[in-house]
C-alpha cells in the first residue's frame, strides 16, 4: 500500500502540475470556425443532456445543471474573450463548454472518453492528448489507492476536445458538429475544485495505513496549499480556453499561437517548471564566481 506522502505526492501533481490538453488538429490545421454571431444550432441538438440544460451565450453554448454554474463559465468565457481579442485574434469560434458542478457526475464514461483520446485515428485525438490521458491515469491512481471518488478527480484540470469527437463519446450529438462550432471544453466550477481538494484530503487522512505523522504532514500540507491551489486550476481553466480560440485562428502561424499561448500562461502565473528551467540555463550561462561588475 502507498504510503500517504506517495499519494500526498500524486495529489498535488494532479492539482498542480499537469499541463492542459489541447484541442487542435494534428499539424496546427484549426477546425471550421462559427462566428459568435451564429450560435443558433441544429434542431437535432439535445435540449437537456446527462441531467443538464443547455444555455445559449454570446460565445458559446453551454450545458449545465444549474444556472448559476452556466453563469460561471460564461463569465470565465467573457474574460478570456476579452484576452484573445487584446491579442490578436479576431474572429475566436463559437464552442461548447460542459460544466461539473459539485456532486455532479462525470458527464460521459470516462473509460469511453480515455479510449477515445488514445486512439490515434481518433478525430479527438490532438498534439496534447496524452497530457489528457496521464491527467485522467493520475486521477485513477487515486482514486484506486486512496479511495477517492474517481467522479469528483477527473474534471480537476479543464478537458479540450475536438468538436468532432462529441458523437463518438455521446450518441446524442449528431454527426457533423464540427461544421457548428469548433471545440469543445470541460470545465469545472470552483465549487468542484473546492469539493475535489477535499475528497483528495479525506481519502488520504481516512486510509488505515496512514501513520499519525503522515496524517499530520498531510492535513498541513492541504491546509497550506488549498488556496494557492485552487488558484493554480481557476488559471488552468483559463489558460486551456485561451489555448482553443488561439488555436482557431487561421490568420495566425502556428510559431505564433505557440507565443502568445505561452505568454498567456506565464502572464498567470503557470509553467513554473519553464521558469525554473530558464533561471538553471541562466546560471549555467554565468561565469563561475557570478556575473561581474563593471
Same mark, same amino acid.
Given at each position: 500500500?502507498?504510503? %500517504?506522502?506517495?499519494?500526498? &505526492?500524486?495529489?498535488?501533481?494532479?492539482?498542480?502540475?499537469?499541463?492542459?490538453?489541447?484541442?487542435?488538429?494534428?499539424?496546427?490545421?484549426?477546425?471550421?470556425?462559427?462566428?459568435?454571431?451564429?450560435?443558433?444550432?441544429?434542431?437535432?441538438?439535445?435540449?437537456?443532456?446527462?441531467?443538464?440544460?443547455?444555455?445559449?451565450?454570446?460565445? !458559446?453554448?453551454?450545458?449545465?445543471?444549474?444556472?448559476? !454554474?452556466?453563469?460561471?463559465?460564461?463569465?470565465?468565457?467573457?474574460?478570456?474573450?476579452?484576452?484573445?481579442?487584446?491579442?490578436?485574434?479576431?474572429? $475566436? @469560434?463559437?464552442?461548447?463548454?460542459?460544466?461539473?458542478?459539485?456532486?455532479?457526475? /462525470? $458527464?460521459?464514461?470516462?473509460?469511453?472518453?480515455?479510449?477515445?483520446?488514445?486512439?490515434?485515428?481518433?478525430?479527438?485525438?490532438?498534439?496534447?492528448?496524452?497530457?489528457?490521458?496521464?491527467?485522467?491515469?493520475?486521477?485513477?491512481?487515486?482514486?484506486?489507492?486512496?479511495?477517492?471518488?474517481?467522479?469528483?478527480?477527473?474534471?480537476?484540470?479543464? &478537458?479540450?476536445?475536438?468538436?468532432?469527437?462529441?458523437?463518438?463519446? @455521446?450518441?446524442?450529438?449528431?454527426?457533423?458538429?464540427?461544421?457548428?462550432?469548433?471545440?469543445?471544453?470541460?470545465?469545472?466550477?470552483?465549487?468542484?475544485?473546492? @469539493?475535489?481538494?477535499?475528497?483528495?484530503?479525506?481519502?488520504?487522512?481516512?486510509?488505515?495505513?496512514?501513520?499519525?505523522?503522515?496524517?499530520?504532514?498531510?492535513?498541513?500540507? /492541504?491546509?497550506?496549499?488549498?488556496?494557492? %491551489?485552487?488558484?493554480?486550476?481557476?488559471?488552468?481553466?483559463?489558460?486551456?480556453?485561451?489555448?482553443?480560440?488561439?488555436?482557431?485562428?487561421?490568420?495566425?502561424?502556428?510559431?505564433?499561437?505557440?507565443?502568445?499561448?505561452? %505568454?498567456?500562461?506565464?502572464?498567470?502565473?503557470?509553467?513554473?517548471?519553464?521558469? /525554473?528551467?530558464?533561471?538553471?540555463?541562466?546560471?549555467?550561462?554565468?561565469?563561475?564566481?557570478?556575473?561581474?561588475?563593471?
Amino acid at each position: 500500500m502507498r504510503t %500517504a506522502t506517495v499519494i500526498l &505526492i500524486a495529489a498535488l501533481a494532479l492539482a498542480c502540475g499537469l499541463p492542459v490538453a489541447g484541442g487542435t488538429n494534428e499539424g496546427g490545421v484549426p477546425e471550421p470556425q462559427a462566428r459568435s454571431s451564429s450560435l443558433s444550432v441544429a434542431k437535432d441538438w439535445p435540449q437537456q443532456w446527462v441531467g443538464r440544460t443547455l444555455h445559449r451565450g454570446e460565445q !458559446a453554448l453551454v450545458y449545465a445543471q444549474k444556472k448559476a !454554474a452556466a453563469d460561471e463559465a460564461a463569465r470565465m468565457l467573457r474574460t478570456v474573450v476579452e484576452d484573445v481579442r487584446q491579442d490578436g485574434v479576431t474572429g $475566436p @469560434a463559437v464552442g461548447l463548454i460542459v460544466v461539473i458542478d459539485a456532486q455532479e457526475e /462525470f $458527464p460521459v464514461e470516462i473509460a469511453k472518453l480515455t479510449e477515445v483520446l488514445g486512439d490515434p485515428n481518433s478525430p479527438a485525438t490532438g498534439a496534447r492528448s496524452k497530457e489528457v490521458q496521464s491527467a485522467l491515469k493520475e486521477a485513477r491512481k487515486l482514486s484506486d489507492h486512496a479511495g477517492a471518488d474517481m467522479n469528483s478527480l477527473a474534471a480537476v484540470l479543464p &478537458i479540450p476536445l475536438r468538436a468532432m469527437a462529441l458523437p463518438k463519446m @455521446a450518441k446524442e450529438f449528431p454527426e457533423g458538429i464540427g461544421r457548428e462550432i469548433g471545440w469543445c471544453l470541460i470545465v469545472p466550477t470552483d465549487a468542484y475544485l473546492r @469539493a475535489a481538494w477535499t475528497a483528495m484530503r479525506d481519502a488520504i487522512l481516512n486510509d488505515p495505513g496512514v501513520s499519525w505523522k503522515d496524517r499530520w504532514a498531510v492535513r498541513t500540507v /492541504f491546509l497550506l496549499t488549498a488556496r494557492a %491551489a485552487g488558484a493554480e486550476l481557476r488559471k488552468a481553466r483559463q489558460a486551456g480556453l485561451y489555448e482553443l480560440l488561439v488555436e482557431g485562428q487561421a490568420s495566425l502561424s502556428s510559431e505564433q499561437k505557440k507565443e502568445k499561448i505561452k %505568454a498567456y500562461r506565464q502572464k498567470l502565473g503557470l509553467d513554473h517548471d519553464s521558469k /525554473f528551467q530558464a533561471d538553471q540555463e541562466e546560471k549555467k550561462e554565468q561565469p563561475e564566481g557570478g556575473p561581474s561588475s563593471a
